[in-house]
C-alpha cells in the first residue's frame, strides 16, 4: 500500500514555543490531507482539511491561528503549533488520500506525540 | 452530518474464537463508504476492510467480515479465528463518496486471551 511518513514521532517542547509536525506521501500524489488529533483512550478528531495549493478548511473549535497548516507541494503538508500550551499535549495524526490512487482509502502517518511542558 | 457510533467500548475474546464488533451509522449521504480501522499498541492507524454503500455483498478480507445492512444502517465487523496480534481499538469510519473526509466512532478496545 501507499505510504504516509509522519515526522517527528515524539517532541517535547516548552511552553510558548512553537512546533511543526511533518505529513509526506512518499510513493503517491496528495491531493487531499488530513490533520487529526486523538486524546488518550478516544477517537480521532478531525481538526482541518488541506488541499494542495489552498487554505486549509479547519473544524468548527479548531483555532487556525494556533494550529497553521501548510500544504504547498503534492506530497508534503506542515501541522505548525504554534505559542504551545500544555494542553495542546495530545496526538497529532495525518492522513492523506488521492483520487488517483484508490480512490476511497486514507493512509495514514505514524502519528506525532507532543508534549508541551 | 455524519454520526457514527459504537456501543462496545470494550471487549475480549478467547484465541481462536469469533468475535462481532457492532457499529451504526447516520448519514446524509445517498452514496458513502463505510472502513473498520485497526489500531494497535503502536497506534498506527491500519485499515482492516472497507464496504462501499452501493454493493449489497459483504466484504470480507481473510479473517474479517462484514455484515452491512443498509436500512438498518448498520455495519459490524466479524473477526473469525481471533488472534493475539489482533488485540487493539478497532474504529469504525464513514466517508461520502463526494468528501475524503472519515468521521470516526468512538473506538471499541479489543483484547484477545490467550
Known amino acids: 500500500g501507499a505510504v504516509v511518513s509522519q515526522h517527528p514521532s515524539r517532541v517535547i517542547c516548552k511552553s510558548g514555543t512553537s512546533v511543526k509536525i511533518e505529513c509526506r506521501s512518499l510513493?503517491?500524489?496528495?491531493?487531499?490531507m488530513f490533520w487529526y488529533r486523538q486524546f488518550p483512550k478516544q477517537s480521532l478528531m478531525l481538526m482541518a482539511t488541506s488541499n494542495e495549493g489552498s487554505k486549509a478548511t479547519y473544524e468548527q473549535g479548531v483555532e487556525k491561528d494556533k494550529f497553521l497548516i501548510n500544504h504547498a507541494s503534492l506530497t508534503l503538508s506542515t501541522l505548525t503549533v504554534t505559542s504551545a500550551h500544555p494542553e495542546d499535549s495530545s496526538f497529532y495524526i495525518c492522513?492523506?488520500?488521492?483520487?488517483?490512487?484508490?480512490?476511497?482509502?486514507?493512509?495514514f502517518g505514524q502519528g506525532t506525540r507532543l508534549t508541551v511542558v | 452530518a455524519q454520526t457514527v457510533t459504537q456501543s462496545q467500548p470494550e471487549m475480549s475474546v478467547q484465541e481462536a474464537e469469533t468475535v462481532t464488533l457492532s457499529c451504526t451509522y447516520d448519514t446524509s449521504e445517498s452514496n458513502y463508504y463505510l472502513f473498520w480501522y485497526k489500531q494497535p499498541p503502536s497506534r498506527q492507524m491500519i485499515l482492516v476492510i472497507r464496504?462501499?454503500?452501493?454493493?449489497?455483498q459483504n466484504a470480507t478480507e481473510n479473517r474479517f467480515s462484514v455484515n452491512f445492512q443498509k436500512a438498518a444502517k448498520s455495519f459490524s465487523l466479524k473477526i473469525s479465528d481471533s488472534q493475539l496480534g489482533d488485540t487493539a481499538m478497532y474504529f469504525c469510519a464513514h466517508s461520502g463518496a463526494g468528501s475524503y473526509q472519515l468521521t470516526f466512532g468512538k473506538g471499541t478496545k479489543l483484547s484477545v486471551i490467550p
Open positions: 492522513s492523506a488520500r488521492s483520487r488517483v490512487l484508490v480512490d476511497t482509502e486514507a493512509f
Open positions: 510513493d503517491f500524489q496528495a491531493t487531499t
Open positions: 464496504q462501499e454503500a452501493y454493493k449489497q
